[in-house]
């Protein structure tokens, strides 16, 4: 009989629990779109006499929006579209290129079930720079110098985190260690020059071809389709850059806070890359140490070079 009873007893109780679990319903909300959607542009220095900023390029954004959970920004739509991440929906960007430009920045407000709202906003920036007068004198020697990436030293080349990092704590090359799989990595040169106070170039010489990768990983003229990593047929070429202000977060005890800007797409410096701005994270007269993001996202590539 107690066994019976146990029995039913066992039985109400389950009867009772899948009824419960029967009858609860789960709402998700309204899904309703973030609305109100307002991108504040503060740029730094703005006066009557600098409207467009003091030069630093620095410009605050603040973000605001009804039913909104979290933000993204794209600091200049007017190129490929990268929305940047902003939680708390500020945050400050510096514009590194030099002059006054116009930028179409694009906000997206998120809301519950992925709801979103997107506005853009055009902001006018003005940028000026003037680089340390011994960094010059280092990279160029008062007025040419050439580099090459220097095989004798321990992460000569290296890979770590863009953004979190400031070390090539992912991989590091030992002494000489491309020597047999890349020697043009090596034998590349690389030529600066001081044309005038404001005017420089680079001249690149790749005698036995450029250590790069190939398709949407490069930008130099004729490198293959596909393929892996490793040395292509390449003629060299000649191009301007310029000296900006550093747009990464590199502490200034560990950088310069200086890069060079290569224009256009014939040149390197060391490694054929998709991005034209080198960071000197240091420079003597006769070794150089740089920082440049990878192909792939998220990744920086850090290169020693030594002056011939």
Request: proline share 4%; with cysteine; hydrophobic share 35%.
């Amino acid at each position: 009989m107690k066994n019976i009873s146990k029995l039913f007893l066992s039985f109400l109780a389950t009867a009772i629990l899948l009824s419960a679990c029967k009858d609860k319903e789960y709402v998700l909300g309204d899904l309703k779109a973030p609305s109100n959607l307002v991108i504040t542009a503060v740029v730094k220095g703005v006066t009557t006499a600098t409207p467009n900023g003091d030069g630093s390029g620095d410009v605050t954004f603040t973000m605001s929006a009804d039913n909104a959970l979290s933000y993204k920004i794209d600091y200049d739509a007017s190129n490929s579209l990268d929305l940047v991440y902003l939680p708390s929906g500020s945050a400050t960007k510096k514009y590194t290129t030099l002059g006054t430009n116009t930028y179409k920045v694009t906000a997206v407000a998120y809301g519950r079930g992925g709801t979103s709202t997107t506005i853009t906003k055009d902001i006018t920036v003005q940028s000026n720079f003037t680089p340390d007068a011994t960094l010059v004198a280092n990279l160029t020697g008062g007025s040419s110098k050439t580099w090459i990436v220097d095989k004798s030293v321990a992460g000569h080349f290296g890979v770590g985190p863009f953004s979190g990092s400031i070390v090539p704590e992912w991989w590091s090359a030992s002494v000489n260690e491309k020597v047999t799989a890349a020697p043009c990595f090596y034998t590349s040169g690389f030529k600066f020059t001081a044309v005038s106070a404001a005017s420089y170039t680079i001249q690149v010489t790749t005698p036995d071809g450029a250590f790069t990768k190939t398709g949407g990983n490069a930008t130099l003229a004729g490198i293959p389709g596909s393929g892996d990593e490793g040395c292509y047929a390449y003629a060299g070429g000649t191009g301007n850059f310029s000296f900006i202000p550093a747009s990464s977060v590199v502490p200034a005890a560990n950088s310069t806070r200086t890069s060079i800007l290569l224009a256009g797409t014939n040149t390197f410096i060391g490694y054929g890359s998709l991005q034209k701005e080198y960071e000197i994270l240091s420079i003597s007269a006769t070794a150089m140490y740089l920082r440049v993001q990878g192909t792939e996202t998220g990744n920086a590539w850090y290169l020693k070079l030594k002056a011939l």
